[in-house]
C-alpha cells in the first residue's frame, strides 16, 4: 500500500469520527427548531456542497474538523424567530452544544462493542512470543518479526513473557542480547531499549522504565451481546478518566508537551489502522471518539466547552453578552487552539524526522 493510500484511508477514518461530532449537533439543533444553514466537513474552500431541504452539506478543503452553522449566531442576522439558536431556552441550547460530544461518547461505545462481539476479549498469553511490534521501536529497528519466540535475554532463560519485561528492566546494560527462535532458525538480535519520560513512566507505572517496543501474544475469548456491551461501557469511561488525567498533568507541567500529538501524527495512525485491518480501525475510531468528545468539552473559546461557559454566564445574567465581546472570546480561542496545533505540528515533525 502507497503513503498516499495510507494518508486517504487516514483521512477517511478521521472524517468519519468528525461527521459523527456535528452530526450530533445538526439533529439536536433540527429536534429543537433551530435552523442549519450548513452542515460541513473540513474547513477553509468548498470543495463540493449540495443543498438539501434548508442545509446545504458540504466538503471544504482542509479535513481537520468540521461544523453546523446555526441560525441566529451572527450579529444583525436576520432570521424567524422560532429558528433561532438564541431564542431558545438554556436547556435546549445546552442540549445542542453537548450532542456533539455525546454523539462521540456513543459511538466509542458502539465501536469497542462492535469489536468485543465480533472479535472477542483478548487475553494475553503467558507464552514468551511477540504478538506485535510496535512501530518506529527499538524492537522493530532490531529486525524483532511477529511470532519471534524468545529464548534468552542477555543468558538469562525466558519462560513467560513476563520474565522478558523484567529482564529489560533488570539488564544495566545500554544494549541488550536476545536469543529468539523464528521457525526452525535460531537468531540473535540486539536492542537498545528508549528510556522513558516521566509522563509515559506515570501511565505505565510497575516500575517500568525502559521499553523496546513488543506487545504480548493475545488470544480472543467470545464475549456475548449484554457483556460486550458492559465491557464496552466500563473501558470508555476508563480511558476517558485517563485522558482528563493526562492532559491535567500536561498543563500543571507534569507531562511533557512533546507528548502532544497533530494533525500528520493522527492521520498516519488513522492510516496505518485502515492498512492492518478492520478490528484496527475500530480501536482507532474508538480512542480518537473519546479524545474528540473529551476535547471539545475543554472550557476554551470556539470548543463547544467554551460555548457552554458563555451560555451559562448568559443565563445567570439573564441578557446576551456583548457581541464584541465574544468575538473578542473567539479570538482568543483562535490564538489557543492555533497555538497547540502548532506545537503538536512541531512535535509530529520531530518524530517524522527522527
Not at 433540527?30 to 474547513?43: I, N, Q, S
Not at 511477529?146 to 519462560?159: A, T
Amino acid at each position: 500500500m502507497t503513503k498516499k493510500m495510507v494518508v486517504l484511508l487516514g483521512l477517511l477514518v478521521l472524517s468519519v469520527v468528525i461527521i459523527i461530532h456535528e452530526l450530533g449537533h445538526f439533529l439536536a439543533a433540527r429536534a429543537v427548531g433551530v435552523r442549519v444553514y450548513e452542515f460541513a466537513v473540513g474547513f477553509g474552500k468548498k470543495l463540493l456542497s449540495v443543498q438539501a431541504g434548508q442545509t446545504e452539506f458540504s466538503l471544504r478543503l482542509v479535513p481537520l474538523g468540521g461544523f453546523v452553522a446555526l441560525a441566529g449566531l451572527d450579529e444583525g442576522e436576520e432570521v424567524a424567530p422560532e429558528e433561532d439558536f438564541k431564542n431558545k431556552s438554556y436547556l435546549a441550547r445546552l442540549f445542542i452544544i453537548l450532542a456533539g460530544p455525546l454523539f462521540n461518547f456513543i459511538s466509542a461505545v458502539f465501536f469497542l462493542f462492535l469489536s468485543l462481539w465480533i472479535y472477542g476479549l483478548a487475553i494475553p498469553s503467558e507464552r514468551p512470543v511477540v504478538g506485535q511490534v510496535m512501530r518506529g521501536s527499538p524492537a522493530e529497528d532490531a529486525g524483532f518479526k511477529k511470532g519471534d519466540i524468545v529464548l534468552f535475554v542477555d543468558g538469562v532463560q525466558i519462560n513467560v513473557f513476563a520474565d522478558i519485561a523484567k529482564a529489560v528492566q533488570e539488564s544495566a546494560k545500554d544494549k541488550i542480547e536476545f536469543k529468539i527462535k523464528r521457525g526452525q532458525e535460531e537468531l540473535t538480535l540486539t536492542v537498545k531499549p528508549r528510556e522513558l519520560k516521566e509522563s509515559e513512566k506515570k501511565v505505565l507505572g510497575g516500575g517500568i522504565n525502559k521499553l523496546i517496543g513488543i506487545r504480548v501474544e493475545e488470544n480472543f475469548q467470545p464475549v456475548s451481546l449484554g457483556e460486550s456491551i458492559k465491557l464496552a461501557i466500563f473501558k470508555t469511561v476508563e480511558v476517558s478518566a485517563l485522558i482528563v488525567k493526562l492532559v491535567k498533568d500536561l498543563f500543571s507541567g507534569e507531562a511533557s508537551k512533546e507528548d502532544l500529538a497533530g494533525p500528520v501524527y493522527i492521520i498516519s495512525e488513522a492510516g496505518q489502522s485502515a492498512k492492518e485491518g478492520f478490528k484496527s480501525v475500530l480501536s482507532f475510531l474508538f480512542i480518537i471518539s473519546v479524545n474528540l468528545a473529551l476535547i471539545n468539552l475543554f472550557p476554551i473559546p470556539l470548543l463547544d466547552g467554551g460555548h457552554i461557559v458563555v451560555l451559562s454566564i448568559e443565563s445567570l445574567l439573564r441578557r446576551e453578552l456583548p457581541f464584541f465581546l465574544k468575538n473578542a472570546l473567539n479570538i482568543l480561542g483562535f490564538v489557543i487552539l492555533v497555538g497547540l496545533m502548532l506545537l503538536a505540528l512541531k512535535n509530529d515533525i520531530v518524530r517524522l524526522i527522527y
